[in-house]
């Protein structure tokens, strides 16, 4: 048999330290978030970015630094008992939920990039940059392709659900 596979962020651990935070929390109000929960959180975000959907961004650092960020405003507001109640299985599962919100953090970020790549370009198109010879004319294109791109996912009408009596009136 093979050796069972070890996890980065030990799960049972992990939620001892936060319940102990917790606790200490109620004495001490500003209390200094342990350092194992600091490992764990940034051993959860800096794996995420290895994972094949954010592994070619240039700008992993600051995905990186971002999840951190909000997972460390989160370790106070996580509930054990809430935990349990979402949970299919009826366990905890604080590394779940600091891996959802470095998820949400990471898109957050591309899409914050993805907006300023836009604005540049679109600034570059309304200044006329490509115009002059020092550009190579695929830069235009290029260009052109990333306006277009971001600009049709604004301009998207999200289909509407039809529901109740307009549903039976268009025979659906």
Known sequence: MSAAKKHYVNNKD?????????????S???????????????AICTKMATRPNFSGYSFK????GDAIENCLEAVQKFDEKKSIERSRTGTVNAFGYFSW???NAFIRRIAK????????????????VFDTEIVDI????????????????LTKSKKKDIIGIEKFANGE
């Not at 992990?14 to 109620?26: M, S, T």
């Not at 650092?61 to 990186?64: A, H, K, N, S």
């Not at 695929?138 to 996912?153: A, H, L, R, V």
Request: glycine content about 2%.
């Open 113 to 128: 990039e993805k907006k300023e790549t836009y604005i540049k370009h679109k600034n570059m198109q309304v200044l006329h």
């Open 138 to 153: 695929t830069g235009n294109k290029i260009s052109d392709q990333i306006i277009n791109d971001f600009e049709s996912k």
């Open 14 to 26: 992990f939620i001892v330290a936060l319940n102990e935070y917790k606790q200490k929390l109620e």
């Open 101 to 103: 919100i470095a998820w």
């Open 28 to 42: 001490q109000p500003d209390a200094k978030i342990p350092d194992y929960i600091g490992l764990c959180i940034h």
């Open 61 to 64: 650092e600051e995905m990186v």
